[in-house]
C-alpha cells in the first residue's frame, strides 16, 4: 500500500529558506507532487517530479528526490508571509489516483 | 475562469440525518473525485468515476454514496452521518488521459461538514 508522512509543522522567519520533507513508501511511484493549500481553498499543485529525475527547480521552488531513500524534499528560498500554507506531498498510486501526506502547515514570521 | 465549485462552502446536519453534498466543474474533465480530510489528516479517497463508471475505494463506509448525473455535477451523500464523518469534503477533477506529465487534479474549496 501507500504511505506518505511528513512532518505537521514548519515555522520560517520571512525571507529565509523552507526545507519541507516528505517520505513515501510505494517504489513504483512515477510522478510525486508538491501541493498548497491557503486558508479556506482546495489544494493548488505546485510542482511535481518525475521519478528518473534527482532535481527540479522552478523559480523560488527546488524539489529534491533521493529515490533509494524514498524521500522528498521541497525548498523555498526568500520565503515570503503569502507562502504560510500547509503543503501536501503526493504519490501518484495508480493511472490517476494520488496518495497524500497529512500537510504541513508553514508559518513565516516577520 | 473554469474552476471547481462546491456547495455549501458549510453543512451543519443532525446526528443520522441524510446530508448531499454537491461538486460542479467547468473544465469538462472525465474524472471526478471525494476525498474527506479530517484535522491535521491526509486527503483520502472515498470514491472516484472515471467518465460514468464508479470506483469505490475498499475502505469507503456504505454510508457514503456518490452520483455524477453528467460531466459536470458529482454528489456525495451520506445516508446515517455519524459524529465521526465531520471532516472537510473535498472534490476534485482531473483529465485522463492527459497527454500531460502532470496530470494535475484541480480541487474545489471543500464542504466542512459539522454533525451535531
Known amino acids: 500500500g501507500e504511505d506518505v508522512e511528513q512532518s505537521l509543522f514548519l515555522s520560517v522567519r520571512e525571507g529565509d529558506s523552507s526545507v519541507i520533507n516528505c517520505t513515501y513508501t510505494?517504489?513504483?511511484?512515477?510522478?510525486l507532487y508538491w501541493y498548497k493549500q491557503e486558508p479556506g481553498a482546495g489544494l493548488q499543485l505546485l510542482t511535481y517530479i518525475f521519478s528518473n529525475m534527482d532535481m527540479k527547480q522552478d523559480q523560488r521552488l527546488t524539489v529534491l528526490l533521493n529515490k533509494k531513500d524514498k524521500h522528498l524534499s521541497l525548498r523555498i528560498a526568500d520565503t515570503q508571509t503569502g507562502d504560510s500554507a500547509i503543503y501536501f506531498c503526493?504519490?501518484?498510486?495508480?493511472?490517476?489516483?494520488?496518495?497524500f501526506g497529512a500537510g504541513t502547515t508553514v508559518t513565516v514570521r516577520a | 475562469d473554469a474552476m471547481v465549485i462546491q456547495n455549501p462552502r458549510y453543512q451543519v446536519t443532525q446526528f443520522g440525518k441524510p446530508v448531499t453534498l454537491s461538486c460542479s466543474q467547468t473544465l469538462n474533465h472525465n474524472v471526478m473525485y471525494w476525498y474527506q480530510q479530517k484535522s491535521s489528516q491526509a486527503p483520502k479517497l472515498l470514491f472516484h468515476?472515471?467518465?460514468?463508471?464508479?470506483?469505490n475505494e475498499a475502505d469507503t463506509p456504505d454510508n457514503f454514496q456518490s452520483r455524477r448525473p453528467n460531466t459536470s455535477f458529482c454528489f456525495l451523500d451520506i445516508r446515517s452521518p455519524g459524529l465521526g464523518d465531520a471532516a472537510m469534503y473535498l472534490c476534485a477533477t482531473s483529465s485522463f488521459p492527459s497527454g500531460r506529465a502532470d496530470n494535475e487534479q484541480f480541487f474545489g474549496p471543500g464542504t466542512r461538514l459539522t454533525v451535531l
Open positions: 468515476y472515471y467518465d460514468k463508471d464508479f470506483n
Open positions: 503526493a504519490e501518484r498510486s495508480d493511472d490517476y489516483k494520488l496518495s
Open positions: 510505494d517504489s513504483s511511484s512515477t510522478y
